[in-house]
């Protein structure tokens, strides 16, 4: 039996309810007010691209090894504002600024040191990346 955690993730797939797809609705929307509401909250935490995990996650259905406690995840403290900031930069928009980059330590960052090493996994894209093809296939 194999247990593995896996952190937040994000693509094209996902549900137009959840966080970032959510910020990109709002600011197409232009709703500024909405969007700085969630500024303040100053979330962060470990998001990657589902892309990234599914890889990782066939690696494992293929492999003959039968590794215990494997980690899926970016392993880096992504702040929400940075991914607002980036989306209003790439919509040409005006960037928020003042938000505090507090270190939450309550924010759990997974170290997929061990998954990488026995799975040979490679992180190839960011959730950055996932955030622009969101943003891109919202503008159809």
């Avoid at 970032?20 to 709703?31: A, E, F, M």
């Amino acid at each position: 039996m194999v247990t593995a955690i896996l952190f937040n993730h994000d693509s094209v797939y996902r549900k137009k309810k959840f966080l970032i797809p959510r910020l990109i609705k709002l600011i197409k929307l232009k709703k500024f007010n909405n969007i700085k509401e969630i500024y303040k909250e100053n979330i962060s935490g470990d998001f990657s691209h589902a892309e990234d995990i599914c890889n990782g996650l066939y690696k494992l259905i293929i492999s003959k090894k039968n590794p215990d406690k494997l980690i899926f995840s970016s392993n880096k403290r992504i702040f929400i504002n940075d991914i607002i900031n980036y989306l209003l930069r790439k919509n040409n928009l005006k960037i928020i600024s003042g938000g505090n980059k507090l270190l939450n330590s309550s924010t759990p960052i997974g170290d997929n040191s061990f998954t990488k090493k026995i799975l040979n996994w490679k992180i190839k894209k960011n959730i950055i990346t996932a955030a622009n093809e969101l943003d891109n296939l919202y503008k159809k």
